[in-house]
C-alpha cells in the first residue's frame, strides 16, 4: 500500500504564497504521477496541477502562472508552491498519486487525507 501525507496548508492573506507538500511512503514499486487536487465549498473538485514520472507538468488555466509543482530527488515527495494567492483558492488540497505497490501490482488511485488552504481577502 501507499500512503500520502500532504501538509503545509493553512491560513494566509490573498497575494501571499504557500507551499503544500505531498509525502508518500509505503510500498512504492513505481509512481506514474502525483495530482493535485482541490474542493472549494459548494464546488466540484477540480484539478489543479500534476507532475509525471519523467516530470511532465500540467496545470488547470486558473492557477497557470501562479501555481508550480515539483518533485524531490526521491520522488517521494511532491511539492505544490502557490503564490499570489486568491480567496478562489479556498480549498481543501487533496494529493493523489497513480502507482503500483509491487510489480505484480495494477496501477491505482492513492489519495492523502486533505489539507485546508484558507485565503482571506
Known amino acids: 500500500q501507499v500512503q500520502l501525507v500532504e501538509s503545509g496548508g493553512g491560513l494566509v492573506q490573498a497575494g501571499k504564497s504557500l507551499r503544500l507538500s505531498c509525502a508518500a511512503s509505503?510500498?512504492?514499486?513505481?509512481?506514474?504521477?502525483i495530482y493535485w487536487y482541490r474542493q472549494a465549498p459548494g464546488k466540484q473538485r477540480e484539478l489543479v496541477a500534476s507532475?509525471?514520472?519523467?516530470?511532465?507538468?500540467n496545470y488547470a488555466d486558473s492557477v497557470k502562472g501562479r501555481f508550480t509543482i515539483s518533485r524531490d530527488n526521491d520522488k517521494n515527495t511532491v511539492f505544490l508552491q502557490m503564490n499570489s494567492l486568491k480567496a478562489e483558492d479556498t480549498a481543501i488540497y487533496y494529493c493523489?498519486?497513480?502507482?503500483?505497490?509491487?510489480?505484480?501490482?495494477?496501477?491505482?488511485?492513492?489519495w492523502g487525507q486533505g489539507t485546508q488552504v484558507t485565503v482571506s481577502s
Open positions: 509505503g510500498s512504492i514499486f513505481k509512481m506514474d504521477g
Open positions: 493523489k498519486a497513480v502507482a503500483a505497490a509491487s510489480w505484480t501490482s495494477r496501477y491505482t488511485d492513492y
Open positions: 507532475i509525471t514520472s519523467g516530470g511532465s507538468t
